[in-house]
């Protein structure tokens, strides 16, 4: 892997690849409506929705940028890249919390795809840098904000 180089699920790079669409065809389109729109009000150095709609085109421009850059720097995992025996990218995990038994399931990908509200952290979190690499029944210590948690690796699955 390269230093640039950005691993991605199929559902991720999808993911990206679509946002990317609906980024350059719908919504460049409705903020310049909203700065055409804007500037038909008038006067535009006090015009407070002007200053808004140029902000968000800005966020939007930046957006777009940063997922090309992405998409351009993005690697396929494949699925003979995916461990079965040892926690890869790919992967989805099972942990147990040993101290309150709490099962926790999750599936471990690239930061660029990571999210925690569908299960998918990103390899670089702290959970996931404690547990790659690591078969099942192994046993880590995870340090969090909210202090130390430890895990056991229940199981693994392509």
């Known amino acids: 892997m390269t230093k640039n180089e950005i691993i991605l699920t199929r559902e991720g790079l999808q993911q990206l690849e679509e946002e990317l669409e609906h980024l350059k065809t719908v919504r460049r389109r409705e903020v310049a409506e909203r700065i055409k729109?804007?500037?038909?009000?008038?006067?535009?150095?006090?015009?407070?929705?002007?200053?808004?709609?140029?902000?968000?085109?800005?966020?939007?421009?930046?957006?777009?940028?940063?997922?090309?850059?992405?998409?351009?720097?993005?690697?396929?995992?494949?699925?003979?890249?995916?461990?079965?025996?040892?926690?890869?990218?790919?992967?989805?995990?099972?942990?147990?919390?040993?101290?309150?038994?709490?099962?926790?399931?999750?599936?471990?990908?690239?930061s660029a795809e990571s999210d925690p509200k569908k299960s998918k952290i990103s390899d670089q979190s702290p959970v996931g840098k404690a547990i790659m690499g690591q078969p099942v029944d192994t046993e880590v210590e995870v340090k969090v904000p909210s202090g130390t948690r430890n895990y056991k690796i229940i199981s693994i699955e392509k």
């Open 37 to 110: 729109q804007a500037i038909d009000f008038g006067d535009i150095s006090e015009n407070s929705e002007y200053e808004d709609a140029k902000n968000e085109q800005a966020f939007i421009e930046g957006r777009i940028m940063s997922l090309e850059k992405t998409l351009r720097n993005a690697r396929l995992i494949e699925d003979d890249d995916i461990l079965a025996d040892r926690v890869s990218l790919g992967c989805t995990v099972r942990l147990q919390e040993t101290n309150s038994g709490k099962e926790l399931s999750f599936t471990i990908v690239s």
